[in-house]
Each structure stands twice: as structure tokens, then as C-alpha cells.
């Protein structure tokens, strides 16, 4: 258009293949814990990216992308710091996300304890300084509506479901996989018995199989579906980590790369469980307060949920003290020392 502004766009491939959420069938155990590995090697590919300004932050305001051009702008993360182009430091960054969300909770008068967060978060807010790399981390990086994967099997079913004959095209004849006789139905149990130990595991699969079942035509994780909700900062503030994530994914995140040097990329690692812990009650806030902003259908059942992980976390962050060690609980029956020598007092008089 003459006389136009001039418009920035991007001309991109479409990804290769479906969220783990959109499979019509599941993810059977062999498979799950295949892309909770693979899921947890990506991340780390990911975070192994610095800022190139060793700014912390939303990475649009990192990288001082306007307004304008950001991706989905209304999506765009509160908190952000694009004046400054980000902080200095993972405490100040995370700091104005957390605040964010709770004058958020505040604007819309949602009922939570904010005096007790804030409190929680002015205890132990020493820890995040001790987060000296700003990495790039995708905050809903490892979700299954997320996590993009790739079944050959499936993925070419219905370009090879019909073939061509005499009379027209037709469905292909599914093929047999075990001798006549046997049903199917009997023999699918009993692999997925074998999948499925009382334990849990499985004595034929081993972590090196996990990294190369895309070599053997296995699941493969291909990579996420969008971008748009990045920073950098501590990557253990992607929601996953607050989710409980699995054996395998953390095995596959802290798997080093051929092309990563680093054993870890958690830092301060004796102090870690605390960080998680105010992620974890930052994710939840979040999870109550969106209820009011964009509503569910089941809403209601979302936001107790919610308010149920959050008071479990403010719970444990109370059974900390100061330096994060546990706090030492009376046992049944204990007095305390103040009502102990007031008894004594009152059998001197």
C-alpha cells in the first residue's frame, strides 16, 4: 500500500506434528515417559541460550521489541520491565511479576491472603539472587497442549489407509501382527501389563533408548507450538516444575547435550526447593486470579483447585524458617517454654 507504514511479519514452516493434548489416542506408559524425557532435553536446549544483554526479564522487553510487533500483544506478559529493557538482577525481574499478578487479584478484589504472600516472598526473595545467568526459558514449555510429537505410525495412517483397485479405492485391510488365533484385544493387555509393573518400570527400557527412539522410528518430540510466553531468568520458573514433573523428565533436563559443557543448569541447588516453592505459589496465584479475568465453563471446580494448591504451598512455605530449614515442631503433648516456667512459678508461690 503506498503511503502505508511499513509492516514487520514473519513467513515460517507449520511445525511438525500435533500436541500431546490433541492425540486421539493417549500416550500409553512407554511413550510417556519417551516424551517426558525428550521434553526435558528440549528445555534445556532452550535454556542453554543467555540473554544477550544479561538483562532478566520478559523477553520482549529484553530484546526491546515494540509493542506493535509482539505476537499475540494482548497475550504479552504482565510484569514487564521495556523501559529499562529489563533488570539486573532475577530478583528484581521476578519481583515485578509477582507483584503483577497480585495488583491483578487486587484490581478485581479476588479474596486471597496477599499480606501472607508478600510476607513470604520479602523471606526468602535472598535465594533468587542467586540465579547469575539470565537463561531463556518458555514458561509453558513441557505443557501437552504445548509439547508437539511426531508418531510415524500415525502420522502416515491416513495418507496409506486407502489403496486403489479394481472397483475404485477402498480401505486397506489393517495388517496382522501376531499369529491367527490370538485375539488382539488379550494380546494388547497383556503388553500393556508388561508396560505397567506394580513398580512402575520396566526392565527393557533404559535412558539411552529413551534419546534415541526417534532414530528407531519411535514417538519424537519435534518442539513446542508457540513462543509467545518467554523470558529470561531461572528455568526452573517454567510451569512444569511446579507440576511435579516425572523421573524421566528430569533425567532428560539434566542429561547433559553433546553441545552443552554444563552438568546442571539449576543453580545454587541447596536452596532450589525453595525458589520452587515461590514458583510454585506464583503459578497458583495466577491460576485463581485468571478464573476472574478470563472464565471456564468449570470455572468454579478450576479456581478451588487453584486455591487448594495455593494454601498447600503457603503451608509448607510457613514450615520453613528464615535460612529455609525446616522448623522443629513440638511434639504431641510439649508445652512451650514460657508455659513451662509459669508453672513453675505458680508451684513456688
Not at 507483584?99 to 504472600?117: K, N
Not at 491416513?158 to 480401505?171: E, F, Q, R, V
Not at 516444575?241 to 559443557?261: M, N, V
Request: one cysteine or more; a positive charge; aromatic letters at 6%.
Amino acid at each position: 500500500m503506498s503511503g502505508g507504514l511499513p509492516v514487520e511479519y514473519n513467513l515460517s514452516r507449520p511445525p511438525r506434528g500435533i500436541a500431546v493434548s490433541a492425540l486421539q489416542r493417549p500416550l500409553n506408559h512407554r511413550e510417556r515417559r519417551a516424551v517426558d524425557f525428550q521434553t526435558g532435553q528440549l528445555l534445556r536446549r532452550i535454556s542453554s541460550q543467555v540473554s544477550p544483554t544479561n538483562k532478566y526479564g520478559v523477553a520482549a522487553d529484553v530484546l526491546s521489541v515494540p509493542p506493535s510487533v509482539v505476537h499475540n500483544p494482548a497475550h504479552r506478559l504482565e510484569g514487564g520491565l521495556h523501559a529499562s529493557r529489563g533488570a539486573d538482577s532475577w530478583r528484581v525481574a521476578f519481583h515485578n511479576l509477582w507483584e503483577a499478578i497480585l495488583r491483578d487479584g487486587e484490581d478485581m478484589s479476588v479474596m486471597i491472603s496477599y499480606t501472607t504472600i508478600r510476607r513470604h516472598f520479602d523471606r526468602f526473595d535472598y535465594v533468587l539472587d542467586a540465579v547469575t545467568k539470565p537463561r531463556l526459558v518458555v514458561l509453558d514449555g513441557g505443557e501437552d497442549s504445548n509439547t508437539l510429537v511426531l508418531r510415524p505410525f500415525e502420522t502416515g495412517r491416513k495418507a496409506n489407509s486407502l489403496t486403489k483397485g479394481p472397483n475404485g479405492w477402498k480401505s486397506k485391510p489393517k495388517p496382522t501382527r501376531r499369529p491367527p488365533g490370538k485375539p488382539v484385544r488379550d494380546d494388547q493387555r497383556l503388553e500393556d501389563a508388561k508396560e505397567k509393573k506394580p513398580d512402575g518400570t520396566d526392565d527393557r527400557e533404559d535412558y539411552l533408548g529413551q534419546a534415541q527412539d526417534a532414530e528407531k522410528g519411535q514417538i519424537e518430540v519435534t518442539g513446542l507450538r508457540q513462543w509467545s510466553n518467554c523470558i529470561f531468568g531461572d528455568p526452573l520458573l517454567a510451569c512444569v516444575f511446579s507440576k511435579r514433573p516425572s523421573h524421566d523428565f528430569w533425567r532428560g533436563f539434566d542429561k547433559s547435550l553433546e553441545t552443552d559443557a554444563l552438568s546442571s543448569l539449576v543453580e545454587d541447588g541447596p536452596n532450589a526447593h525453595i525458589r520452587l516453592l515461590l514458583y510454585e505459589c506464583y503459578w497458583a496465584i495466577i491460576a485463581v486470579v485468571g478464573e476472574y479475568y478470563r472464565p471456564h465453563i468449570d470455572s468454579s471446580r478450576r479456581e478451588l483447585a487453584a486455591r487448594k494448591q495455593l494454601g498447600g504451598v503457603l503451608a509448607r512455605l510457613d514450615e520453613l524458617d528464615d535460612s529455609g530449614g525446616l522448623r522443629r515442631r513440638r511434639m504431641s503433648g510439649e508445652m512451650s517454654p514460657a508455659k513451662r516456667a509459669r508453672s513453675s512459678e505458680d508451684g513456688d508461690m
